[in-house]
């Protein structure tokens, strides 16, 4: 076996390092990261290049796009023909440049999106402004390198007169790096640039009072000036970008939002679509047409309003809900010296100049060494004029033209390139006119030898040369800013009265969880009556509240976590109709099951708390507002153990009492405000010490003495007693006893366990649940008024083998809460 076919061993991780290495530097230096120089990546550099090369200039007519992309992959850039044809067509368009580098002709897409035509239709030209990118180049200005098959040279970076990296901004996505750095204004940028070489030690406070921010070539409204503060600072930075609008009236009292400028990199059909979008799904009351008039005089869309709408309202909703604002987050980074670094603004404008002074330099080293050069030449022909007689009889003489030089440079002392100079003389420059021409030549070349050895031996010079050159392509191409810029972020509140029209409406869950949304029209058309809603058969109803489409709802379980639900996203069904089930509203799970739903108009009411009772007896109290959220999936609302459950939850003003009860016939009352408040995921203190087999099976919440608590077990017996029986403990007690139990042979047992609890002021009713499924409902006052300790009635014919399973209070419109 040969030395060729020999297989070394390599582990895995130290050969897929090494690869993986050196095809992440490729991609980060010869593919996605431009070079802070020029602000290129190489295929950007490498068309440019071609295409200067090629001729194809703006003052030629243009050329086919497939001969240049075949030119670029032929010669440079050894890659498919679409990515060098994507990057022509990324530098021809005005909507993503702030200076289009190709002046392309046909279809080279639009802001819709639309994709370009084919190469094989498209044509194309360096731009104006593109050739002073690749302006002196000839000039040994840049270093080159052997393109990829050593045939051809290419250039390592493009001279780049002026500040393209800033100028026109770019964006790639490389292994382990991306860069996003938006366009600039050419004004600000060169003013900038000229700045930093006056002084160095300039900051960054003082550079942006000449670069105030990105400038895009699609205008709009730029907020956040700490943003680019931090960009220009680190490199990183977030800003909002919004659309430019205004607010039209028209006749007959309507309006409309013209929409002039979109955020960069914004798809205008998309835009278009989505608001057509909000308008059919009704998503927004007041929308009557959304039109596309962009033409030949620019981008302009139209929302038309319906007469009385909102217009400011329905502008804050389309800014929050559609791209007529984003977010965008600059990533400034750049190849330095190999490497790709983040940057800020000023290391960006001090590694741009340093270029500057590379490129100025060699232009000048060259232009010297062709004037010294010149010079020389012109001197020796000066001389030989002076002694033109001898000189032509000692080329006479000579035997060739090898002959001839030499003689000239053996008698006359003229070098080897004056000789040859003067063996190419054309006989007419042999005139007394030429002879002057040649001396005023002399003068001139000295003279500017010695400006361009001043210009090497002075930075001051240098910088000034710069700053003029700078200065000429500033005032050729720069145009005023397109992008206004707004110093504070401006937060957009939508009104829900935009999204919905308020209206008031009945909201039911049954006890299976099938919800539904009524109007009140459908409630009145079907009799106006309670019991003659649609349910399941088997089913009844848990919850029946009176509220505002503009309300909202908060569903509490009983593992302790909640839903924030606005009415008006609970599915509309008539009242006869069932509903639908809870489930395809609010994600909640199999094993969980609503405890509490409590509507609320304004979460910000200082005066409210939320509080919740478990049956462990834990109790807690949390300010309202910590409930707000615009998540639609479950959040904690209170901390339960594993074997705890949530079983009450209410909206209080905090000046009540609360009373909790024990299946063990136990019950405490204490005041409200002992219970400090907590934040949102506390898991609460205790509110009743309980024995081991007790727990709690009821929260009430009283206040003063008037009234009566009524407690039923699971035999259905009951009884009233006077509230004022119940005295004010504190927290954590163990309680007093509000029912006794009796049991026996020749007794017959009024219960094992209290199963409700249930504060009586005024009469109404409770439905009863039993094991077999039987349903009974009674009335409060059928209930005696005993004893605190006393053993109650039969209210319900249950018994052991049939025990009941639920009491509640019987949903009525009344005793909604409001």
């Not at 060259?366 to 030989?384: F, P, Q, S, T």
């Not at 007419?428 to 030429?434: A, D, G, I, K, S």
């Not at 959040?635 to 299946?663: F, G, H, M, P």
Request: hydrophobic share 35%; proline share 3%.
């Amino acid at each position: 076996m040969s030395t060729l076919e020999k297989f070394l061993p390599a582990f895995l991780e130290d050969v897929m390092g090494d690869r993986f290495g050196r095809y992440s530097k490729y991609i980060i230096q010869d593919r996605a990261i431009p070079d802070v120089r020029d602000g290129l990546k190489p295929v950007q550099r490498r068309i440019l290049y071609s295409m200067y090369e090629a001729g194809n200039t703006p003052d030629k007519p243009y050329r086919k796009s497939a001969k240049t992309v075949g030119d670029v992959m032929g010669n440079y850039h050894p890659h498919g023909d679409a990515s060098i044809y994507d990057g022509m067509v990324r530098m021809a368009q005005s909507w993503k440049m702030g200076h289009a580098l190709i002046d392309g002709h046909g279809n080279w897409g639009s802001q819709d999106d639309d994709p370009p035509a084919a190469m094989r239709y498209t044509e194309a030209r360096l731009s104006s402004i593109a050739m002073e990118m690749l302006r002196d180049i000839e000039k040994r200005t840049v270093v080159f390198k052997d393109n990829f098959d050593n045939t051809a040279k290419e250039p390592v970076v493009l001279p780049s007169r002026f500040p393209n990296l800033l100028v026109n901004g770019v964006s790639g996505i490389s292994s382990g790096f991306a860069t996003e750095i938006p366009p600039h204004n050419l004004r600000e940028v060169i003013d900038a640039c000229m700045a930093v070489m006056d002084d160095p030690d300039l900051t960054l406070e003082q550079l942006m009072e000449i670069v105030k921010g990105p400038d895009f070539p699609t205008g709009g409204i730029i907020m956040g000036e700490d943003g680019i503060r931090e960009a220009y600072r680190t490199g990183k930075g977030r800003i909002h970008l919004r659309a430019k609008t205004e607010i039209e009236d028209l006749r007959g009292g309507k309006q409309q939002i013209v929409i002039t400028e979109i955020p960069y990199q914004v798809v205008k059909a998309r835009l278009v679509t989505a608001m057509e979008n909000i308008r059919l799904e009704k998503k927004v009351e007041g929308i009557a047409e959304v039109r596309d008039e962009s033409g030949r005089n620019g981008l302009r869309i139209v929302v038309e309003l319906r007469k009385d709408a909102d217009a400011q309202g329905i502008l804050a909703y389309l800014l929050k809900r559609t791209d007529l604002q984003v977010t965008y987050n600059f990533n400034m980074v750049a190849i330095v010296n190999k490497t790709p670094q983040q940057l800020g603004l000023k290391q960006m404008l001090t590694a741009y100049i340093a270029h500057q002074k590379e490129v100025v330099t060699y232009r000048t080293q060259y232009d010297l060494e062709k004037a010294e050069d010149r010079a020389h030449v012109v001197e020796g022909l000066v001389k030989a004029l002076n002694i033109l007689d001898d000189v032509i009889a000692t080329i006479k003489a000579s035997k060739n033209r090898q002959d001839a030089q030499n003689n000239l440079v053996e008698q006359y002392g003229f070098t080897e390139r004056q000789a040859d100079a003067i063996l190419t003389l054309q006989l007419y420059r042999l005139t007394n006119l030429e002879i002057t021409s040649l001396e005023k030549e002399l003068k001139e070349v000295r003279k500017t030898i010695d400006y361009l050895q001043s210009i090497l031996s002075s930075e001051r010079k240098l910088f000034k040369v710069i700053k003029d050159e700078l200065t000429e392509i500033r005032d050729r191409y720069g145009i005023d800013r397109r992008s206004e810029i707004q110093g504070e972020m401006e937060e957009i509140k939508v009104n829900l009265e935009v999204m919905v029209p308020a209206e008031d409406v009945f909201v039911a869950l049954s006890n299976e969880g099938y919800v539904k949304r009524t109007s009140k029209l459908s409630f009145t058309r079907s009799g106006g009556d309670v019991d003659s809603i649609g349910l399941k058969e088997g089913d009844f109803l848990r919850f029946l509240l009176d509220v505002n489409t503009i309300d909202n709802l908060l569903i509490f379980t009983s593992k302790g976590q909640y839903y924030l639900l606005p009415v008006h996203q609970v599915p509309e069904y008539k009242w006869k109709e069932n509903g639908t089930a809870i489930v395809n509203v609010i994600p909640i799970a199999k094993e969980d099951r609503i405890v509490s739903v409590i509507p609320v108009k304004d979460f910000e009411d200082p005066e409210l708390s939320v509080v919740f009772v478990t049956r462990k007896g834990q109790v807690k109290r949390t300010a309202l507002k910590e409930y707000f959220t615009n998540r639609s999936n479950a959040i904690i609302a209170c901390k339960v153990s594993e074997q705890d459950e949530i079983i009450a939850v209410q909206l209080s003003d905090n000046r009540k009492d609360l009373l909790l009860v024990t299946k063990n016939g136990m019950s405490i009352r204490f005041m409200e405000d002992e219970i400090n408040s907590m934040g949102r995921a506390a898991g609460g203190v205790r509110g009743i010490q309980l024995k081991d087999d007790d727990e709690v099976v009821a929260a009430e919440w009283v206040k003063g003495e008037e009234g009566e608590v009524l407690v039923v077990t699971d035999l259905g017996y009951g009884k009233r007693s006077l509230l004022l029986d119940y005295p004010l403990q504190g927290r954590g007690g163990r309680g007093v006893f509000t029912f006794e139990f009796k049991d026996g042979k020749r007794v017959r047992s009024n219960g094992s366990v209290i199963v409700g609890a249930f504060a009586v002021k005024e009469e109404y009713e409770l439905t009863v649940i039993l094991d077999d499924g039987g349903r009974h409902s009674f009335s409060t006052e059928k209930a005696p008024i005993e004893e605190r300790k006393s053993t109650g009635k039969l209210l319900v014919p249950a018994s052991k083998a049939n025990k009941l399973e639920y009491i509640g209070k019987k949903a009525t419109i009344e005793e909604t809460p409001k």
